[in-house]
């Protein structure tokens, strides 16, 4: 069987982590991909997530914590990413907003040759304000208009990979190279840079209809959508100025 490494990225959790959601990631994976490690980086959380992390931890050695200074969730992944033993990593959210079972429908694809297997979330997603889901379809429309007109949604956290292909991605986006110490919940559109390279190098990429219901019960986060968004479209045209200068055009990717 191919091993599996789970990577979560972690910036105050704290919430979601008491509720459970590691003992429901471990026990689906102990049953249905026994061959997995979960790898947690913190990224700088300024609430109780880390204590609660390393007490954890303590008892479950199929964890790896990694902890780090806070620079946002891209960064955070590739620090996991880096450290990652598997021929397959699936990235998650500590939330499960996707639950960890959904990675079933994604696995098969990967005896199809494909090497980029990413969830879809559709149009109805429980629990989402009609608020989120109007700046969600915007930024649908303006990407699409822009980048990756086959892919409905970039934005889906739930997305797996070939190890090799991805170690070699991802240190080369533009807010891995960026990064910096930084404050508050920052998430960015990494995702659509990372899905143009491999749509660029010709790597397929199948997108695959996933469970989805806002579970996130976080409080310490300082999320705030409107500026999130903002920063979103930056980073749409930013992908989009890059591919004009040329800046993808030598990346050996296969």
């Given at each position: 069987?191919?091993?599996?490494?789970v990577?979560?990225?972690?910036?105050?959790?704290?919430?979601?982590?008491?509720?459970?959601?590691?003992?429901?990631?471990?026990?689906?994976?102990?049953?249905?991909?026994?061959?997995?490690?979960?790898?947690?980086?913190?990224?700088?959380?300024?609430?109780?997530?880390?204590?609660?992390?390393?007490?954890?931890?303590?008892?479950?050695?199929?964890?790896?914590?990694?902890?780090?200074?806070?620079?946002?969730?891209?960064?955070?992944?590739?620090?996991?990413?880096?450290?990652?033993?598997?021929?397959?990593?699936?990235?998650?959210?500590?939330?499960?907003?996707?639950?960890?079972?959904?990675?079933?429908?994604?696995?098969?694809?990967?005896?199809?040759n494909?090497?980029?297997?990413?969830?879809?979330?559709?149009?109805?997603?429980?629990?989402?304000?009609?608020?989120?889901?109007?700046?969600?379809?915007?930024?649908?429309?303006?990407?699409?208009?822009?980048l990756?007109?086959?892919?409905?949604?970039?934005?889906?956290?739930?997305?797996?990979?070939?190890?090799?292909?991805?170690?070699?991605?991802?240190?080369?986006?533009?807010?891995?190279?960026?990064?910096?110490?930084?404050?508050?919940?920052?998430?960015?559109?990494?995702?659509?840079?990372?899905?143009?390279i491999?749509?660029?190098?010709?790597i397929?990429?199948?997108?695959?209809?996933?469970?989805?219901?806002?579970?996130?019960?976080?409080?310490?986060?300082?999320?705030?959508?409107?500026?999130e968004?903002?920063?979103?479209?930056?980073?749409?045209?930013?992908?989009?100025?890059?591919?004009?200068?040329?800046?993808?055009?030598?990346?050996?990717?296969?």
């Amino acid at each position: 069987m191919v091993k599996l490494s789970v990577i979560i990225p972690c910036y105050n959790e704290e919430a979601n982590l008491k509720r459970g959601v590691l003992d429901e990631v471990l026990d689906y994976l102990k049953t249905n991909q026994p061959d997995f490690e979960l790898i947690i980086v913190d990224d700088g959380s300024t609430d109780k997530s880390l204590d609660f992390l390393e007490n954890y931890t303590k008892s479950h050695s199929q964890i790896k914590l990694i902890k780090a200074d806070h620079l946002g969730k891209a960064p955070a992944l590739n620090l996991g990413i880096q450290q990652a033993t598997g021929q397959i990593i699936l990235l998650t959210d500590m939330d499960q907003s996707t639950p960890i079972n959904q990675w079933s429908k994604l696995k098969t694809y990967f005896s199809q040759n494909y090497k980029a297997v990413i969830g879809s979330r559709g149009q109805d997603r429980a629990n989402f304000s009609y608020f989120r889901q109007l700046l969600s379809w915007g930024f649908r429309g303006i990407r699409k208009s822009m980048l990756l007109r086959s892919i409905d949604d970039t934005q889906c956290g739930f997305k797996a990979f070939k190890a090799d292909l991805l170690k070699q991605i991802f240190p080369t986006l533009s807010v891995v190279q960026r990064a910096k110490q930084t404050s508050g919940w920052r998430v960015s559109a990494f995702d659509v840079e990372l899905l143009f390279i491999l749509e660029k190098n010709n790597i397929k990429i199948k997108e695959v209809p996933v469970a989805w219901q806002d579970m996130d019960v976080s409080d310490d986060k300082s999320r705030n959508f409107i500026k999130e968004s903002i920063e979103m479209f930056k980073e749409i045209t930013r992908v989009k100025l890059n591919d004009w200068q040329g800046k993808y055009n030598n990346l050996s990717i296969k």
